[in-house]
């Protein structure tokens, strides 16, 4: 057996020397539009196809430029860049939607009058009447042509100023057919389920007038020990 070595071949990187022209450091707003370009056109599996549309760059430049935006997609969905003063960026885990932390906020709102107060005032009502603002303003809703003609947009507006009291929304005749036969839906599972501590929940915004001293209504709710 022969102990001679074969030769090895220089790499290919280090046969040429890179073109002057090709570019480096951070991609331009120009080159990552021509990167967004051929992605959209090409997808991401044809790294070849996509590297010719940025000629001021090489394959291996636009596969780490597509990993970066990967990663940073990726982070962007679970934390929220900020910038402070100093110039430090601090990445920190992203807040609730804003429709989620609306509703902590009243929830919160709801149990300081309990117990400041003594008492449950309106706070539950209104917790429900502007979650269906909420929900008409924050929510992605079907659009209308897809929904036999409904606006749920408009029917959420609807019934929160219903619940509020407030002059109410004009609604046509799709979304007025529609929230009736829900309504009748729902009071047919009303009717077939227990909804004791919803209908608890509800009667705790009837405000309570007591006499002095005296203990507030819990509606069912049992008191501590």
Same mark, same amino acid.
């Given at each position: 057996m022969s102990s001679r070595k074969r030769s090895r071949e220089a790499p290919q990187r280090y046969e040429e020397k890179p073109s002057s022209k090709m570019g480096r450091g951070?991609?331009?707003?120009a080159e990552d539009a021509n990167l967004l370009a051929a992605l959209l056109k090409y997808g991401p599996m044809d790294l070849h196809k996509v590297a010719e549309n940025i000629p001021s760059r090489n394959e291996y430049q636009v596969k780490q430029r597509m990993l970066a935006l990967?990663?940073?997609?990726?982070? *962007?969905? /679970?934390s929220i860049k900020r910038e402070y003063k100093n110039g430090k960026v601090k990445f920190e885990p992203r807040d609730k939607v804003a429709l989620d932390r609306w509703l902590d906020h009243l929830i919160n709102l709801h149990?300081?009058?309990?117990?400041?107060l003594g008492t449950q005032e309106?706070?539950?009502v209104r917790m429900l009447a502007r979650s269906m603002g909420?929900?008409?303003?924050?929510e992605e809703h079907p659009t209308p042509e897809e929904c036999n003609g409904v606006d749920f947009r408009n029917v959420y507006e609807f019934l929160e100023s219903?619940?509020?009291?407030?002059? *109410?929304? /004009?609604?046509n005749s799709m979304d007025?057919?529609?929230?009736?036969q829900a309504l009748q839906r729902l009071s047919t599972s009303v009717d077939r389920e227990d909804v004791g501590k919803e209908t608890a929940f509800l009667l705790c915004?009837?405000?309570q007038w007591r006499a002095k001293g005296q203990k507030p209504r819990t509606y069912g709710k049992q008191e501590e020990v």
């Open positions: 951070e991609f331009t707003d990967q990663k940073q997609a990726q982070r *962007s969905l /679970t149990d300081k009058a309990e117990i400041l309106e706070l539950p909420h929900i008409a303003k924050y219903m619940m509020m009291g407030l002059p *109410s929304k /004009t609604l007025a057919k529609f929230l009736i915004g009837r405000p």
